[in-house]
């Protein structure tokens, strides 16, 4: 079974023809069912036909702006949720992107369900759509509907989101939703808890869960605002330091990549999604996130014309 959303799903669609009929766009950047149960995966349009493959529903996860960079040269289209649409704020300011090259479709976003959350309560072969609003989460399935709290189903970032509709479009899809004051200590719970440990304590939790890593990139290759096209961090497959897992070479790439990304990280948390070993890499960039706003009071992906923190020099006060 896949899900379907069709009324959203179906004016996307037809909002995509019209970007392609009227030459605004070559290509659109999408999502499409994939092959499993709740499950989707980008999809690049560049006819009608393949326009008629994609969806929006509540499992469009991905964070499609990473991608955007393999079609420099071409009038591009992409869909992009509340926290997506940060990435392109910051692309757009590095230089990566540029704003009129890319035709913004906003999709105001309740929330994705996280397919391993959702599996403890429910077989996801057997869900045939999905209503995700503020206070729950409703399944339709094979044997009735089912209604789940949001923190048994959503990702967690979805929890504490405070920005569902995009702040940057050319047009949106559907309604604005409404935003609800998130504390700040709620989205940056995970640094705040390792910040009451000791120096030695933190430093014997990151290296257990750093032993863990595999050295296999996923995490850089899927970060957005992560653009450079060799990344000088990364070792060759067959270097043998990798293929060890080399203590010191696992703790530089990671340190490395956190100061990299100090005031870029927009905190989408793809890194940690896709880590096949469940390194808890969000506590590294909620860390930059918050020094960022503390030290600087500066906030990645909220304005193009702000310059970032570490692109500039000058007396903080
Ligand atoms: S963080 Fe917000 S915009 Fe991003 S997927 Fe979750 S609810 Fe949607
Ligand atoms: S470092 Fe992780 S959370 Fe931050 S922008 Fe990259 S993928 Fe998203
Ligand atoms: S995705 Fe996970 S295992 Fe792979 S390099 Fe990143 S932290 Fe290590």
Request: charged share 25%; net charge negative.
């Amino acid at each position: 079974m896949t899900v379907v959303n069709d009324q959203l799903t179906l004016i996307l669609r037809e909002k995509v023809h019209t970007l392609f009929a009227e030459g605004v766009a070559d290509v659109f950047i999408g999502y499409r069912h994939g092959g499993k149960p709740l499950r989707v995966q980008p999809h690049v349009a560049r006819s009608a036909a393949d326009a008629d493959q994609l969806v929006w529903n509540p499992t469009c996860i991905n964070n499609l702006t990473s991608t955007l960079h393999k079609f420099a040269d071409m009038r591009v289209g992409i869909l992009v949720k509340g926290c997506d649409s940060r990435a392109l704020v910051e692309l757009i300011k590095l230089r990566q992107v540029r704003r009129d090259g890319v035709y913004i479709i906003g999709a105001p976003c309740p929330g994705i369900v996280d397919h391993e959350l959702i599996a403890r309560s429910v077989d996801p072969a057997t869900i045939t759509d999905i209503f995700v609003e503020e206070a729950q989460v409703m399944l339709t399935t094979d044997a009735g509907e089912i209604t789940l709290d949001p923190a048994d189903a959503l990702y967690a970032k979805c929890l504490t989101c405070a920005q569902p509709t995009p702040d940057l479009y050319d047009e949106l899809l559907g309604d604005p939703i409404a935003v609800h004051p998130i504390p700040l200590d709620a989205r940056f719970n995970a640094a705040i808890e390792l910040e009451q440990l000791s120096v030695a304590e933190r430093f014997a939790f990151w290296d257990e869960q750093l032993n863990k890593c595999t050295l296999c990139y996923a995490c850089q290759a899927v970060c957005p605002v992560c653009f450079c096209t060799a990344c000088a961090l990364a070792l060759p497959r067959n270097d043998p330091k990798r293929k060890n897992r080399d203590r010191e070479s696992v703790f530089s790439f990671h340190l490395m990549r956190a100061y990299h990304m100090t005031g870029r990280c927009i905190g989408c948390y793809e890194c940690e999604r896709v880590c096949p070993v469940d390194i808890p890499l969000s506590a590294i960039f909620q860390k930059a996130e918050k020094e960022s706003r503390d030290l600087f009071g500066y906030k990645a992906g909220s304005d193009v014309a702000a310059v970032p923190p570490l692109s500039t020099f000058g007396d903080k006060t």
